[in-house]
């Protein structure tokens, strides 16, 4: 008895720290693997909870047909509450020497960039992203898939 006792109360302790991870994803996928300089990127995820913190991720999958070595890119993102901050990025995708960098999947590779580390919400809404490609090139060749990834922050 006394053994089912400890071996239950393990369980629950086991089972109570093993919170699950709240992830959200959208993903916008190119016709042709080609991103053209003004088609902007939208996405909106619905918060319900402004607790947590939140990593935010940019992730983009591209293939060898990538004619260029980095990505230039500005990011828009709308809180709940309204504020919104803007920030431009360079994603590497090739290094000087030419390696494709990130990380190789089934005939593809993935960047995946913290964008916006632990940030918090003071409201609870629609969170929103707009990404332009900033590309001086009308188009951007090699570009699969570009997404943005929100993962409740574990503390």
């Not at 431009?88 to 964008?115: A, C, H, M, P, W």
């Not at 990834?149 to 503390?155: A, L, T």
């Amino acid at each position: 008895m006394k053994n089912i006792l400890i071996l239950t109360s393990l369980l629950i302790l086991a089972v109570s720290g093993c919170r699950q991870v709240v992830t959200k994803e959208q993903f916008h996928k190119f016709d042709n693997e080609v991103w053209e300089r003004f088609d902007f990127l939208k996405f909106g995820f619905d918060l319900d909870n402004v607790k947590p913190a939140w990593n935010i991720y940019l992730v983009v999958r591209y293939d060898e047909n990538i004619e260029v070595r980095y990505l230039p890119l500005n990011i828009e993102m709308i809180t709940p509450s309204g504020e919104s901050r803007v920030k431009d990025y360079n994603i590497f995708l090739r290094s000087t020497n030419d390696e494709y960098l990130g990380e190789k999947k089934d005939g593809f590779y993935e960047i995946k960039t913290l964008t916006h580390p632990e940030i918090t919400f003071s409201e609870i809404g629609q969170c929103t992203f707009e990404i332009e490609n900033l590309n001086p090139k009308y188009f951007t060749y090699g570009i699969r898939e570009v997404g943005i990834i929100i993962e409740q922050v574990r503390k």
